[in-house]
């Protein structure tokens, strides 16, 4: 079986913890390749359709691969 021609590079900035995921996902699923791997998540991602949702309004940044923590909230005391 003859190998895709992949002539089209694409370059994208991550996160440490983007880039962290992406990794520990490529060694639990035993991907040849990060390259592999961000295709494979690639495919995926866009044959799910149950999760597909229309991102209209956000910036590029508003968008990540990797869970935040959520904040910690601050205890304010209430007054008596």
Do not use: C, Y
Request: glycine residues 4%; charged residues 35%; aromatic residues 4%.
């Amino acid at each position: 079986m003859d190998s895709p021609v992949r002539n089209q590079r694409m370059q994208i900035m991550l996160t440490k913890e983007e880039s962290a995921a992406i990794d520990d996902w490529r060694f639990q699923s035993r991907m040849p390749s990060r390259a592999a791997a961000v295709r494979e998540l690639l495919k995926l991602s866009l044959n799910a359709d149950e999760s597909v949702h229309r991102h209209t309004g956000f910036k590029s940044g508003d968008i990540g691969v990797a869970r935040v923590s959520p904040r910690k909230s601050v205890s304010r005391k209430k007054k008596k």
